[in-house]
């Protein structure tokens, strides 16, 4: 129970915890499939490339998570297993990630609410969820196209880099035109990456939007509170004189009935 306990104390849950171990799981599947399916050079390049951008996202929130700790010893104590699953292109140590997974795992099943402690981080909330959101959609929108382009007649994205770049483009909604899909079922994927862009790109601004707008509404909910804080010590003083004023009334109405007792 103590072991428990100090687990729950020392590792706090937050949105970037939840996809951190939802990248690790997109990770391993990403190994697994290198490993035990036979594919092209060029697709397998190009998962060789996804993770290792995911293994940049890792080694960024390990050294942030590092420079934010109060006690780094027991930070690296408890997290170099995240360290060395980490490390770009050395693929037996990217298994380690499943010990991260698990981790996390256990740290969910110790929350009494996941969703809570979501929407009580909504910053954090949103800017995990896109993060999640855009690595997910590169990642697999660009995988599939160079599928489906690969070997059709006319097609331009042939590699590895033409379809990371594709997919970067697109979903970007930038629209350069050096390369896109030929082949119907690109372009329904193309269709998609743009309506996933043109979302996101909106959620961005709203975000935006409410950095600049919260602290004004921040200073109109204090001033609200300090009116109303005004008016309730304006009332109480008014209660407190009203009750000086009864308790006075008592006593000289007390006084007058005691002088005409004493004059019958």
Not at 253 to 264: A, G, P, S, T
Request: charged letters at 20%; aromatic letters at 8%.
């Amino acid at each position: 129970m103590k072991l428990k306990e100090h687990w729950a104390h020392n590792i706090q849950l937050s949105p970037f915890e939840v996809v951190m171990m939802l990248l690790s799981l997109i990770s391993v599947i990403i190994i697994l499939s290198m490993v035990l399916i036979p594919m092209d050079k060029e697709t397998h390049k190009l998962l060789f490339f996804i993770d290792t951008g995911i293994c940049c996202i890792f080694l960024g929130n390990f050294f942030i998570g590092l420079l934010r700790a109060p006690d780094k010893r027991l930070f690296l104590k408890e997290h170099w297993i995240d360290f060395v699953a980490s490390i770009p292109a050395i693929e037996p140590l990217r298994f380690a990630r499943l010990f991260q997974i698990l981790r996390v795992v256990r740290l969910l099943r110790m929350s009494r609410s996941v969703l809570g402690v979501l929407l009580k981080q909504r910053r954090q909330t949103t800017m995990a969820s896109l993060l999640l959101a855009i690595i997910t959609i590169v990642a697999f929108s660009s995988v599939l196209v160079l599928l489906v382009e690969n070997g059709e007649p006319g097609a331009n994205i042939t590699t590895a880099e033409d379809a990371i770049w594709w997919s970067l483009v697109t979903i970007s909604t930038v629209g350069y035109g050096d390369f896109y899909p030929v082949s119907t079922v690109g372009h329904i994927i193309g269709g998609l990456v743009i309506l996933c862009g043109v979302s996101f790109f909106g959620v961005i601004s709203g975000y935006m939007a409410s950095l600049f707008v919260a602290p004004d509404e921040q200073e109109h909910l204090e001033q609200q509170r300090q009116e109303f804080k005004h008016q309730l010590d304006d009332v109480l003083q008014r209660m407190e004189h009203n009750q000086q004023t009864m308790l006075q009334e008592i006593s000289q109405l007390k006084q007058e009935l005691q002088q005409q007792h004493k004059n019958r």
